[in-house]
């Protein structure tokens, strides 16, 4: 299955999970940007992101916008990260960690980063480098 496929069906089975529903689901159909799939999670009036990485098994949570918009406004969702860790296997990243300065303790521990696109595109948090519109 592939990653996009595993993560629209985990997004449905947390949503029912959890009292809310899947309104929207951004899958990057093979295009190089950005670089993550989205779905939107709805409970009454508030709505939140749901931001699972291509490249490699984390995801976060924003407040809502286009997958094109930047930079993101990462949010914590602790009932759904509890709900997704039941069922992907994946790192959740918290707000306060993708806050946190890129620097060369962040460049070892996430070292499948394209150190040309980091040299281009000079990221200044693990954030901006990890959840990217780059081509």
Known sequence: MTVAKEFHRACFQVARATGRELTAFTDTGGRVAPDFHQAILSRHEHSIAVLRSRRFAALTFTEPQDPA???????????????????????????????????????????????????????????????????
């Open 69 to 135: 918009t930047f930079p993101k406004t990462f949010v914590d969702a602790p009932e759904l990260a509890e709900a997704f860790l039941e069922i992907l296997d994946v790192r959740v990243l918290s707000a306060d960690e993708l806050a946190r300065d890129f620097g060369k303790q962040a460049r070892a521990e996430f070292p499948h980063l394209d150190p040309n696109d980091l040299a281009y595109w000079r990221p200044g948090t693990l954030g901006e480098a990890l959840f990217t519109h780059w081509d």
